[in-house]
């Protein structure tokens, strides 16, 4: 395949996706065909419980921005970006191994979730303890979160409920019921919200990741005593680990977790990168627009959780389910892209017109991005359906390198517009090198 065609292929398949897909959604048996397909519809649910997700974030940062200061916002999210990554951390991978293993596990079923569920609690404990011991060590900034009980506390709370339900969505997905997802990104959401307001009169920065906690907390209470039970007849909670179905499940689960941590390293560090180079001003304009941004790179990520639940039914039909899941994720994600450009620093003005004059042009790099973003995303998870998982590894290890090496040299110089220059170099760059591979015949 030389390069010319693979243009040409491209360009064709760019005209076919927005062709098919103008007649799907704009008549009434085009959509009932598209929910008719498990593909879509799991995808539809993750797709909505992201909507949900960015759009009560949406609210609950603009009540933040307007009842806490700058400094707060920004120590507080700082908070929450190492909350997400230490829950990512302590899932050990094992949210793959059970959309991989589940469906076929038959009376080892009960058994597999619960094994996952005490092993991912008791790694959060652990591991939310020895980072808020070594504070002073990775991130001085943040050393507020032992001075006082209840910010110590809130803070192992966050970390735990957020790690168990971030496995249970898992169990909800491996099952093609998503739906379950987006009502508990709904309870975990209106919860935060009715939250914010009233701990900032007395709990300051501590109040934001507080009722991010408290919203965490409840929704795991949920989903165990009534969604789990109610997907899966019979369910109860036990406390024993099941070794024999771990094993089953730890070399493919230990591979994904290596790529996890590696891909959610940016994540965590260039929050904690910005606020100790730039100061915690900067890192509110930055984590703001990111947030903002977050809803566009959750379109290929939901798509592909999907792909990776049918694949793994189906590995037989797996090209006619990646080709699908390109065109679904280019068809809703280009036309939100160009509404950034469009809007985008409109959005940033509901937060306070600092954040607009600071981090739009920021806002629009990181909407760029996504668009290579989705081709490595779609990409990286194919592989995990076949089991390729050194390609995966490799090929987001060298992503991360870039963007944290671009962003280490960038900062210091342009800002927080580093980091949106940096991810989107590093994203393009996988990107022709998923190409090369394609037109070498390497996949």
Known sequence: MNLSFFIRRLLSFIKETFTDGVKTLTSREGLKRLY???????????????????????????LATRFYSTEEVGLASATIATASFLATLSTLGLGYGIIRFLPNSGQKSYA???????????????????????????????VFLRQSPLAFGSFVVL?????????????????????????????????????????????????????????????????LLFFLPRLQSGYHPSFTIKREVINEIAQFSLANYITTLIAAMPVFILPLMIVNLLGAEQNAYYYI?????????????????????????????????????????????????????????????????????????????LALSSLPGTVNTIYFYKKRVEKKMKTVIGLSALTVIMILGLSCFLLPTMGIMGAGIARLTGGVIITLIITGRLLMKKD
């Open 289 to 365: 627009a990111y947030a903002i941004a977050t809803a566009l790179f959750l379109i290929p990520r939901d798509i592909s959780f999907s792909l990776f639940a049918e694949g793994s039914h189906d590995e037989q039909g797996l090209t006619g389910y990646v080709r699908k899941s390109l065109k679904f994720s280019f068809l809703i994600l280009i036309p939100l892209v160009i509404l950034i450009f469009l809007i985008g620093d409109k959005i940033l003005l509901l937060f306070g017109e600092a954040y607009s004059q600071e981090a739009t042009k920021l806002l629009w790099i």
């Open 112 to 142: 597999l979730v619960n094994s996952c569920l005490i092993i991912g609690g008791l790694v959060a404990i652990v591991v939310s303890l020895i980072f808020l011991a070594g504070l002073n060590l990775w991130s001085p900034a943040l």
């Open 159 to 223: 970390v735990v409920a957020w790690a168990l339900t971030l496995l249970l969505q898992n169990v909800f997905v491996a099952q093609k019921r998503a739906d379950f997802a987006l009502l508990g990104s709904i309870i975990h959401g209106v919860t935060k919200l009715a939250m914010v307001i009233p701990l900032a009169a007395f709990l300051y920065a501590s109040g934001i990741f507080t009722s991010w906690a408290m919203g965490w907390t409840l929704l795991l209470v949920i989903s």
């Open 36 to 62: 008719g397909v498990s593909l879509y519809r799991n995808a539809i649910y993750l797709l909505l419980n992201s909507a949900a997700v960015a759009v009560l974030g949406f609210v609950f940062w603009i």
